[in-house]
Antibody, heavy 118, light 108 residues
Framework: QVQLVESGGGLVKPGGSLRLSCKAS????????MSWIRQAPGKGLEWLSK????????YYADSVKGRFTISRDNAKNSLYLEMSNLRPEDTAVYSC???????????WGQGTLVTVAS | SYVLTQPPSVSVAPGQTARITCMED??????VHWYQQKLGQAPVLVVH???DRPSGISERFSGANSGNTATLTITRVEAGDEADYFC???????????FGTGTKVTVL
């Protein structure tokens, strides 16, 4: 069955860096655009970044532009999010989601928790 | 970035109808999608492109979108429908996905 499994979350100090991964299975990963989405404790969903199936097109939310970098490796069925200069307000559950070049998400992962605190 | 406005909570008795709104100026000109997220689980798409249901989603879930309001309707509500629901669209002017604030549906 379709699975998206995030990893790499943890506790990091303000100003620190972290790399998140999302491993896909059960569907043709290389056919899908991928996004990262986060949900802070008690807050709503916030879309962060999207990368096209071939990595040719990338979009970022203003809140993370210049600090976060999205990438993918289709040979490894994996999506990544490099996060730098982390702030306490970046504390959230980070999830990956897939869309088949459409405006909505066909599949989601359950997320990995990132905590930014000293 | 902006968010779409949803009521924080909706309570409904079993067998009744729940309606969840998603509001934004002129949202009727955009395609709106809806997700269900049960506690501890990944979100699941229940309606896409305003009113289309993915395969496997109960016909009790339906959507509409006009003017400044998109609506997800759940008819004959069951205990298993208790979850958070949120709307979403792709904003073409900024090339961003935008989410609603989320609505917790409680089955009484």
């Amino acid at each position: 069955q379709v699975q998206l499994v995030e990893s790499g979350g943890g506790l990091v100090k303000p100003g620190g860096s972290l790399r998140l991964s999302c491993k896909a299975s059960g569907f043709t990963f290389s056919d899908y655009d991928m996004s990262w989405i986060r949900q802070a404790p008690g807050k709503g969903l916030e879309w962060l970044s999207k990368i096209s199936f071939s990595s040719t097109t990338i979009y970022y939310a203003d809140s993370v532009k210049g600090r976060f970098t999205i990438s993918r490796d289709n040979a490894k069925n994996s999506l990544y999010l490099e996060m730098s200069n982390l702030r306490p307000e970046d504390t959230a559950v980070y999830s990956c989601a897939a869309d088949y070049d459409r405006d909505y998400f066909d599949f989601w992962g359950q997320g990995t928790l990132v905590t930014v605190a000293s | 970035s902006y968010v779409l406005t949803q009521p924080p909570s909706v309570s409904v008795a079993p067998g009744q109808t729940a309606r969840i709104t998603c509001m934004e100026d002129n949202i009727g000109s955009k395609s709106v999608h809806w997700y269900q997220q049960k506690l501890g689980q990944a979100p699941v798409l229940v309606v896409h492109d305003d009113s289309d249901r993915p395969s496997g989603i109960s016909e009790r879930f339906s959507g509409a979108n006009s003017g400044n309001t998109a609506t997800l309707t759940i008819t004959r509500v069951e205990a298993g429908d208790e979850a958070d629901y949120f709307c979403q669209l792709w904003e073409t002017t900024s090339d961003h996905h935008v989410f609603g604030t989320g609505t917790k549906v409680t089955v009484l």
